[in-house]
Structures are given as C-alpha cells and as structure tokens.
C-alpha cells in the first residue's frame, strides 16, 4: 500500500502514513506489502511501530525516538553552564584611588620642601639645577664695566642668583705702580695715612642683576629697575629672585665710578633653579625647532 501524499511503502492495515501522517486511503488495487521489524510502541495508542516511524500507524502520532532524545539530552549535559557576570569591586577601586592620590601627594611634598632629603631627591631626577655664573678672578678697567650674560631655560621656578664677590684697586698697572712709588717716599706719616684711606676707598664695585631690557637701557647711560642693586661696595654677597619661566639675564661689574683705577675681583655666582621639564626633553624640542628653522 502507498501514501497518497508521500508514495510512502506502508504496511498492511496501516491508518496513517508512517512518513509524513497522512491518513492511508486502503485501495483494493493496491499490491505489495513490507515486512518490518516492530522494535517502538506508540505512548498513545500502544501501537508495534517499525524502527524507523516518525507517525504512529494507528492514531497518527508522532513518535519521540528514545536514541535521539537521549542524544538531544547529552548534548544539553555538555554546554558548559552560563556563568554570572562578576560585579565591579568597588573596595579594589577605592584602595587603587586612595594609592594614587597618597603618591600624588609625596610627589607634591618633595617637589616642594626645602629638607636636605627633598633636594636630594630634587637633584637626583633632574628637577633642581646648579649653574655656574661665574667663578674666578678678572678685572675691570677704570670708567668701564664687565657683564656676564645668562638665560633660563622654559619651565624654571624658584630662581635665584646667588654668590659673594670682592674688589680691590689693581696695583699692577704703570700708573697705580707710579703713585705709589710717590707715596712710599711721601715722609708726611698724616698724608700717607690719607693716601692709603684715599685708595682703600676708591676699591669698591657696583654689581647688578639686569633683565635684557634693562641692561640694554643702562648700557646706554639711563637709569633703570634692577633684581639686585650692590651699590659701591668692596666686599658684597649677591641674592636675588628672578620671576618664573625663561628669560635672558645680565649679571654686571661697574666700575664706571672710578675715573682712573682699575678693578681686580673674584667672584663665586651661581644660578639655582628648578626645572618640571626633563633636560632631554628640552633638548629635542630645541633640536626639532632647528630642524624646523624656527630657532
């Protein structure tokens, strides 16, 4: 017997077709039958179904296949269960905000203490500079004046200039030698008293902290606002502030009060500041702006 829907071979006295459900129309021409092997039971009928029936031959059905329901299970058994997504830890957070804001802090602390431990650490990664000045002797001419021209580098604070310098009347030129000669045979003990205070006191120096535009206003005879002002001293220290950032500076000797004597000096000066800004990176941006041609 066939199915009317599919062609499907179906057993004798079959109701449905085994295949797809149809019901089976039994026609007296029919012919041929199929042996099969009852090995399922329909669970509503109770109906000997062949191995492979998907419809019950009887009440029409469907079948459940015990092999692939027990596939279908093995196969749930096998995925792996879903798990929870993790929350945030919020006390991880907390403990990694109070870290960063603690070396925040210390950072801070030691960038501006002045404790002999801080400026060890201030020199140690770059942040505090020495630079030397000047440090030696020289001389200055009678009515004339000597300068030593420094600059600060971007980013520079807390600068300051610092040192001590003395001055003297240099003997050594034919006409100081002249006059003392003069003075050595002068048998007035009262004069060669008030020759030697006449000398000590045409020894002293004026030093100045200039900027580049007041120097440049004082080199041509006016007046003008200076960092550090000495007046006519022999013996002096040099302390002053500078503003923050970079700058071009003087630092100058006059001995322009003196028509006549020359000066001889020594002086020690340096230039301390601090620098956030790493040398090295100071460097490559001058090399980069040369290569630029913006320098």
């Known amino acids: ?5 599919c062609a499907a071979n179906l057993p004798e006295g079959s109701q449905f077709c085994l295949k797809c459900g149809q019901p089976a129309r039994v026609s007296a021409n029919s012919a041929g039958t199929q042996v099969v092997t009852a090995s399922l039971g329909c669970s509503k009928c109770g109906a000997s179904l062949p191995e492979d029936a998907e419809f019950c031959l009887k009440c029409g059905k469907p079948v459940s296949s015990p092999a692939k329901n027990t596939a279908d299970q093995s196969a749930v058994e096998v995925l792996p269960p879903t798990l929870p997504r993790p929350k945030p830890k919020r006390r991880r957070g907390f403990l990694v905000f109070l870290l960063v804001i603690l070396l925040i802090g210390v950072i801070v602390l030691v960038a501006t203490s002045d404790s002999p431990i801080a400026q060890d650490v201030q020199e140690m990664v770059g942040w505090k500079h020495d630079q030397i000045i000047l440090d030696g002797p020289f001389s200055i001419g009678p009515h004339t004046f000597r300068y030593y021209k420094f600059s600060l580098p971007e980013g520079s604070v807390n600068v300051a ?25 002068n048998k007035d003990s009262d004069k060669s008293k008030d020759s030697d205070k006449s000398k000590d006191s045409d020894s002293g120096v004026e030093v100045y902290v200039l900027t580049d535009a ?29 503003p923050a950032g970079a700058g071009i500076y003087y630092l ?24 956030w800004l790493p040398e090295w990176f100071r460097i490559m941006k001058d090399r980069f702006w040369n290569w630029l041609g913006l320098n």
Not at 169 to 183: C, F, G, L
Request: net charge positive; charged share 25%.
């Open 252 to 275: 100058v000797f006059s001995n322009k009060s003196s028509p006549k004597t020359p000066k001889s000096l020594h002086a020690t000066v340096l230039l301390r500041y601090k620098s």
């Open 161 to 185: 200039i610092v040192g001590q310098f003395s001055a003297e009347a240099d003997t050594s030129t034919p006409a100081n030698r002249k006059d003392k000669s003069k003075d050595d045979k």
């Open 1 to 5: 017997m066939l199915c009317s829907k």
């Open 214 to 242: 007041a120097f440049t206003v004082w080199q041509n005879g006016y007046a003008t606002s200076s960092l550090y002002e000495s007046g006519k001293v022999a013996v002096g220290s040099v302390q002053a502030d500078i």
